[in-house]
């Protein structure tokens, strides 16, 4: 089991920034194949904002349109976010998901609790 604890949603202006953090962490060893943000406003469903690989692959939704950017610290087991240019859009629950294997080999799919971003106009 991989617990992911995420950090840094709260409340913004527009044009504002905000980065986002989500530590993985797990009594056993584990290896991230991949970890990523998604994000799910009221009404809607959780759709993808951006994922990184362990070979350091990157991938946006079209929405972000440059204004996020996604990294990884190995040493640290965290993945961040770092949003730029926030728009009232963009105001939802942002949740940490990682795909990674256990001991045995076996691949998994861990969800954090989510922490919430508003974007003020």
């Known amino acids: 089991q991989v617990q992911l604890v995420e950090s840094g949603g709260g409340l913004v202006q527009a044009g504002g920034s905000l980065r986002l953090s989500c530590a993985a962490s797990?009594?056993?060893?584990?290896?991230?194949?991949?970890m990523g943000w998604y994000r799910q406003a009221p009404g809607k469903q959780r759709e993808l904002v951006a994922t990184l690989t362990k070979g350091g692959s990157t991938k946006y939704a079209d929405f972000v349109k440059g204004r996020f950017t996604i990294s990884y610290d190995n040493a640290k087991d965290t993945v961040y976010l770092q949003m730029f240019s926030l728009q009232p859009e963009d105001t939802a629950v942002f949740y940490c998901n990682t795909h990674a294997t256990n001991s045995y080999g076996i691949l998994g799919d861990y969800w954090g609790q989510g922490t919430q971003v508003t974007v003020s106009s």
């Open positions: 797990s009594g056993n060893f584990f290896s991230i194949n991949t």
